[in-house]
Every structure is written in structure tokens, then in C-alpha cells.
């Protein structure tokens, strides 16, 4: 206007303020307006509010939307009809959803509110948003409880699209850009499934391998990739075979099964060997859906620049990637939680592979620790053996109708047949051998069999090394064959005062029948002394093998090995049932007893 016409500075002046003061009526009449109009609704909807807060003001009545968000940019109108009020909002939803919110309009007056107090803001600002106290303020009637609306609060922060927070979570506002939460969620949906699978298989595959086991096959894809050797190995299965309580259908068991009987086209020879950690159905569909969303959060990290996220929006991708790709790691352990170990029934059908199933999850430790503690307390899996435990298993069956038995074949047996006990190593067997070498109660070892006679026999002594191509031989034909010698081998050779004869062979015989370690004529002879040893020991049924064979290594071996000793030991079992023992349990106590021919056992009560 000055540019076209000479007008008096004067006349300007005047103009401007005349307009300025036009300018600020208009403004004064549009909050009048405003006013008018929510104090009309309130009184048509019989609002019972003592005051007129911010969240008391209806968004979703045109004319009082469209006083406010005239002055905002474009996009906005749309963004209250979803996200803050009327009937297709979403916190129109949550009130219809939820009495304790419906009844106060909790999730709209919090919403109204938010909107009122952040939607003028610019995403230059360094603050943005308004505080949660003052969200409070804006919302609560007096006599209101607050802890419905800060319920509200939380349930639209995790519902809403366009509502944003900050990092500590006090602050909150709107914005037409879509929350990175939104974007992570609409990412999620879009992966495929071998994608999640992919990234599972990878984090179990940094799995390594732990004591006793001597192999760890992760996720093999077909029975061609585990393994036929002597040695113990744990196979984790893929992510589709999904385990669940009911048999049939069970993806677990019948994969499982392909590699326990199936090496590709070829059978399987050492099944007792292998053992499986396989997914729970149900926690397997929240771990995929945790690693959809940390794939996402992943890809919104690498798509940083696209999507012109500023630094706030960063810390924040950081601190969420970092939180799901825990959450992960973590649903991993809570899936992987069953334990399948294969076993028969001898006392039912020796054909048939039953499996015993263990529930392995909780802890920190990671599953392949947690397999091996759990497969050592239900002594599944055997690292330390008791002669007396061997010897037991080599009378029920292996050499039943034999005088002595291949410790080569009886490793193939125990490595094979899954009706035996499963031992962690050759090791395991070779100690627990050594251990009954030494003592006269379980077996005797030689170095082959010619002409019905063992060759090297060795009884009742400490043998360091044990090969694999010795046999084992039972103290009755072991005993049988060191009288044989003895009766005939010449008076002479046993040299006077000595207990033993040396043999030709290194052998030590057993002391001949009416020596004694001490001279028997003279009155000055000392009397014997620590004549008798008795001991009592109270065990762990946790751990009895364990403290079986220790005693037995510890103690009672060293007193075995005291020529003219005479050894007896005796397991002596006290149960005390407040609630009485099962008829169930009574009849296969009482059978097992006599099939172990146990002399004294009885039932009271």
C-alpha cells in the first residue's frame, strides 16, 4: 500500500494499528466462539464436570475441531478423527472397551488433553510435548481417581500411531509422522517366515558344545548331518519342530525319531548316544514374534537417513534395538525348554523307544548346561560308574549264559541298545572297571580267551590301563582257573614265609589255603591288631551312583585288597511314608526286589 501511494507516515500508523486491533477481535471472537460452542455441547451432554478442563472440550464436534485446528497445517483434521475423539477414534475404543474408562471418557479427556497442549509445536523445538503432570491437570475432576487416567495414558501410549514420547516418559505430544513404534510394527508384519527362522537358527548357533558332551548339532536339516560315533551328543532341533504336550501331531517326536533310527538312507547303529533339546509350540510363537520386531528395529537403525530421523529418534532406535535383541536371547532359553532322551522299557516292549521328556527352562545358563545338569540329576546320562552297577547289568543280561564278555562289545552295547545305561564316555566305563579289577566281589579281566583258558588274568588287583580288546570275566570261572593253576604248579615253587606265588605271568595268586601273615608258634607273638572295621554312610538319592562309587573307590576297595580280609557290605534302605507308599509302587518294589534277589525286604504298616 506505502509502495503505490504517498500516504503520510501518520495515516500508516494509524492504519496498522486500526488493523492490529482488528486482528486481535477476530482472535477474541473466535475464542468466544469456541467457548460458546463447548459450553453448548457440555450442556447438551449433561456433562457433570465442576470445571471446564481441556480434556472436558469435544474434538469431535466440526465446529468446535475446526476453531482449533484452523490454524494448523494440513493433516491434523484427519489426525483427531483417528487418534484423539469421535466414534472411529481409537480412544473412543478404549472407552467402550474398558467400564473404568467408559465412564469418565479416561482415554478422550486424556487424548483431548495431549492434543490441546501439544499440538502447536514444531519438531525444531529442543522440548516438545507437555508434561504428564500437566496431563493430569487438564483431565482430572475433583473427586476423580488419577489412576484410572494414568492407566488411560498408558494404554494409548502403546495403541496410538501419532502420539509420541519422550525417552523418560514424562513428556507427550502428536505429530502427523507416523511413531517409530508404528513403523517397527507395520515392518514386522512384512518379514517372511524363513527370515525369523534364519535369525533364530543364527543365535543358536553361537551354542558350543559343554562337558560331558562330545558333540552339539544345531538345527540340523536332515538326520544326514548328526553323527554316528561312540560318544554323547546333544542335537537341537530346528525351530519347526515344535514340541506339544499331545502325541499326535507332535513335530518334535517324529523328527526326533527319523534321527535316533535314520543317519539319511542308512540305519542308525549308535542311538543310545543321542539325546534332543527341542521348542515349546507355545513359546515358540512369541519368540518369532519378538524376533520380527527386532529385525524391524534393525532395519529402522540401517534406514536411518530415509527416513530423516532426528537425534531423539535415534537414541531411541538404539536403546529399543538393544532392549528386543535381548529379549530375544532371552525367549530363546524360555522356548528351547524340553529335553527328549530315548529309552526301552525292558520290562515292556524292547523294540518300542519310549522318550522321557524334561522340562529344562528358567535360569540364566544357557540350554545346552542346563541339558547336561538336568540329564546328570535324573542320571540319564552317566559320568561316573560303580562296578557294582556294571556288574549288575552284565548278570540281568549281557552275559547271562556266558563266562566272560568283549569290553569292545560291551562298549557297542552300551552305545547301541537304549534299554542300557547311557554313559558320557569310554572313560566312564574303563574307570569303573579299573575300580572292580581291584577288589574280589565283581570281575576279572583278561587279555584274550584260547582253548577255553583266559590269557593274562588279572583278579583282584590294580590294573592301570584297560584295553579295549580285553574281556571281563566272572569271579566264578576267574576263581576256577586260579585254583587250577595253583593245584598245578609244583609244592616248591612258593617261596617260604610269603602269602602269594608269584605266576610266570606277573600274576599274583590269591594267599594259599592255612597261611597267615604272622607266625603262629611262641608265646611272644603280638595279638592282631584293627581286627574288624564296620561304617555306616548315609547317601544322596540325588546322587547315588555317585556316592556309591566313590565309597567304593575310596574305601571299601583299599580294605578288598587286605589279604584274609573278609568284606561284606550291605545297603540298608529306611522309607518313611506319612501318606503310605502306592499300591502301584509296593508291587514293583516287591518285583524288582526279587528280581534282584534282595534276601530281606518287607513293607509295615
Known amino acids: 500500500l506505502v509502495s503505490c501511494y504517498p500516504i503520510h507516515p501518520e495515516i500508516f500508523d494509524r492504519l496498522y494499528e486500526d488493523w492490529a486491533t482488528l486482528e486481535r477481535f477476530q482472535r477474541t471472537r473466535g475464542v468466544l466462539r469456541l467457548m460458546a460452542a463447548v459450553i453448548r455441547e457440555l450442556w447438551m451432554g449433561n456433562d457433570a464436570g465442576l470445571m471446564i478442563l481441556p480434556g472436558s472440550l469435544p474434538l469431535d464436534v466440526p465446529s468446535v475441531r475446526d476453531e482449533l485446528t484452523k490454524h494448523l497445517s494440513e493433516g491434523w483434521n484427519a489426525l483427531v478423527d483417528s487418534e484423539v475423539d469421535g466414534k472411529r477414534s481409537v480412544p473412543y475404543q478404549k472407552d467402550q472397551a474398558d467400564p473404568r474408562y467408559g465412564k469418565k471418557l479416561a482415554a478422550r479427556r486424556v487424548a483431548r488433553t495431549?492434543?490441546?497442549?501439544?499440538?502447536?509445536?514444531?519438531?525444531a523445538q529442543a522440548v516438545r510435548g507437555v508434561e504428564a503432570s500437566r496431563i493430569r491437570l487438564g483431565v482430572v475432576q475433583p473427586g476423580e481417581s488419577i489412576a484410572d487416567f494414568n492407566d488411560a495414558l498408558n494404554t494409548l501410549q502403546t495403541s496410538l500411531t501419532y502420539l509420541y514420547s519422550n525417552l523418560s516418559g514424562d513428556r507427550f505430544?502428536?505429530?502427523?509422522?507416523?511413531t517409530l513404534r508404528k513403523t517397527v510394527e507395520n515392518r514386522a508384519t512384512q518379514f517372511s517366515a524363513p527370515e525369523v527362522e534364519y535369525e533364530i537358527e543364527k543365535r543358536l548357533r553361537k551354542l558350543r558344545k559343554e562337558t560331558p558332551f562330545s558333540g552339539l548339532h544345531v538345527c540340523p536339516a536332515s538326520s544326514l548331518d548328526v553323527t554316528d560315533e561312540q560318544a554323547i551328543r546333544l542335537v537341537i532341533m530346528r525351530t519347526t519342530d515344535e514340541y506339544k504336550a499331545s502325541p499326535q501331531g507332535n513335530k518334535a517326536i517324529t523328527a526326533a525319531e527319523d534321527i535316533l533310527n535314520n543317519r539319511g538312507t542308512a540305519p542308525r547303529i549308535y542311538r543310545n548316544m543321542l539325546a534332543f533339546i527341542v521348542p515349546d509350540m507355545k513359546?515358540?510363537?512369541?519368540?518369532?514374534q519378538e524376533t520380527r520386531r527386532f529385525i524391524a528395529w534393525r532395519s529402522i537403525k540401517e534406514d536411518r537417513e530415509d527416513l530423516n530421523l532426528d537425534a531423539a529418534q535415534n537414541r531411541e532406535t538404539e536403546n529399543n534395538l538393544k532392549r528386543s535383541n535381548d529379549t530375544v536371547d532371552l525367549r530363546i532359553k524360555e522356548a528351547y525348554c524340553w529335553l527328549l532322551v530315548p529309552y526301552i522299557d525292558r520290562d515292556a516292549d524292547m523294540k518300542t523307544i519310549q522318550w522321557d521328556t524334561i522340562r529344562i527352562s528358567g535360569g540364566t545358563e544357557s540350554i545346552v548346561t542346563k541339558a547336561a545338569k538336568e540329564m546328570a540329576r535324573n542320571e540319564t546320562l552317566i559320568s561316573k560308574w560303580a562296578p557294582a552297577l556294571l556288574l549288575m547289568e552284565l548278570d540281568n543280561l549281557l552275559w547271562r549264559d556266558k563266562e566272560s564278555i568283549a569290553i569292545k562289545t560291551l562298549w557297542d552295547y552300551l552305545c547301541t541298545y537304549c534299554y542300557l545305561p547311557r554313559l558320557a564316555n569310554y572313560e566312564v566305563l574303563e574307570n569303573a572297571i579299573r575300580t572292580g579289577i581291584n577288589s574280589t566281589e565283581y570281575f576279572a579281566v583278561a587279555a584274550g580267551v584260547s582253548d577255553s583258558r583266559f590269557l593274562d588274568l588279572k583278579f583282584n588287583q590294580f590294573v592301570g590301563i584297560i584295553e579295549r580288546s580285553a574281556y571281563l570275566v566272572k569271579v566264578a570261572a576267574a576263581q576256577k582257573q586260579i585254583a587250577e593253576e595253583q593245584a598245578a604248579r609244583p609244592a616248591s615253587q612258593p617261596q617260604p614265609g610269603t602269602d602269594s606265588a608269584v605266576q610266570g605271568d606277573g600274576l599274583v595268586s590269591?594267599?594259599?589255603s592255612g597261611a597267615t601273615d604272622a607266625p603262629t608258634t611262641g608265646d611272644s607273638a603280638p595279638a592282631p591288631r584293627n581286627t574288624r572295621f564296620y561304617m555306616s554312610a548315609e547317601l544322596d538319592t540325588t546322587r547315588i551312583n555317585r556316592d556309591v562309587g566313590r565309597l567304593m573307590e575310596e574305601v571299601i576297595?583299599?580294605?578288598?585288597?587286605?589279604?584274609?580280609?573278609?568284606v561284606e557290605v550291605l545297603l540298608d534302605v529306611n522309607v518313611q511314608a506319612s501318606n503310605g507308599l502306592p499300591q502301584q509302587t509296593v508291587r514293583t518294589v516287591s518285583e524288582n526286589c526279587r528280581t534282584l534277589k534282595v534276601k530281606n525286604f518287607e513293607f509295615e504298616g
Not at 114 to 123: E, Q
Open 283 to 288: 513359546e515358540m510363537a512369541a519368540l518369532k
Open 510 to 512: 590269591p594267599p594259599v
Open 557 to 566: 576297595s583299599h580294605l578288598t585288597s587286605v589279604v584274609g580280609a573278609q
Open 114 to 123: 495431549i492434543m490441546l497442549g501439544s499440538a502447536p509445536s514444531d519438531r
Open 173 to 178: 505430544w502428536y505429530d502427523t509422522r507416523h
